[in-house]
């Protein structure tokens, strides 16, 4: 039930659940004198993040520290590890593990593995589903069988199936480091999610931890601000219209702060 609220919770702080939440408040004291000013409220907080030109502000504000913090060249390391996220389960009318929104991760981590830089592949992330009796297999096991179909060999591969948050996939894959006497572990995950996992490795690590993270940032939803070309007037007004799409990415990017945020009350980073 805690990890459900953890999940349930923050939908009622991002802009779609706050915005509704504002309305239902001045729908039900519409007599009241702030009743205007609470529907134009949420109608701001609706409508801002919604807009392209706010939305790649917030996706750069992440991944422009995330790019600065991936190396170059990058270093060969003792294991590469893909965190949860981006994939499909195998089940009908799906013919196998499909990728998804951030499937990145799991590319980037075969590629790394084919240009030599660890040999070792551990992919990680529990099967998050609130439904009684889901078959989905963990998030971990969809991405071993993914990884053997686009050529890693199996005896190459390390699972973590249980951790359904980057804390906890922290704290496991900390006491596998250990248990292996690993002394560098690429750390792979999309752009706007690095710097709170990197965060969360640190802090699970500790100080006395001998292995070393190397970040390795990927996913990422825009070109850095340089190629992004010259601004016309068709460009700049479509970055001025809302759209759901940027809603949603602008929701994501919160949700990243958000979390650092209880991650550091909680001493998880």
Not at 135 to 161: D, F, Q, T
Not at 200 to 228: H, M, V, W
């Amino acid at each position: 039930m805690a990890f459900l609220l953890t999940k349930l919770l923050p939908l009622f702080i991002y802009p779609l659940g706050l915005s509704i939440g504002l309305n239902l408040l001045a729908l039900l004291n519409r007599r009241r004198k702030w009743s205007p000013w609470c529907a134009s409220s949420a109608l701001v907080i609706l409508i801002l993040p919604a807009m392209p030109l706010v939305s790649d502000e917030l996706v750069w504000s992440l991944e422009e520290r995330s790019a600065a913090l991936t190396p170059f060249p990058i270093p060969k390391a003792d294991a590469v590890l893909v965190l949860g996220g981006g994939l499909k389960p195998n089940l009908s009318p799906r013919r196998g593990v499909e990728v998804g929104e951030a499937g990145d991760r799991l590319i980037t981590g075969i590629r790394l593995m084919r240009q030599g830089k660890a040999a070792v592949l551990i992919t990680s992330g529990a099967q998050i589903n609130f439904n009684n009796n889901n078959p989905a297999s963990p998030e971990a096991i969809s991405a071993k069988i993914l990884a053997i179909e686009l050529g890693v060999p199996e005896y190459k591969i390390l699972v973590n199936p249980k951790s359904r948050t980057t804390a906890e996939e922290a704290q496991a894959i900390n006491k596998l480091g250990s248990k292996k006497n690993w002394r560098h572990l690429l750390l792979v995950t999309s752009a706007i999610h690095m710097p709170r996992a990197l965060a969360s490795f640190k802090k699970q690590f500790g100080k006395t931890s001998k292995i070393e993270l190397i970040p390795i940032s990927c996913d990422y939803q825009l070109a850095s601000r340089k190629n992004e070309g010259t601004a016309s007037f068709g460009g700049t007004l479509k970055k001025l219209l809302p759209d759901a799409e940027h809603l949603y990415i602008s929701s994501n990017i919160l949700k990243e702060y958000l979390g650092l945020f209880i991650y550091k009350l909680k001493g998880d980073a």
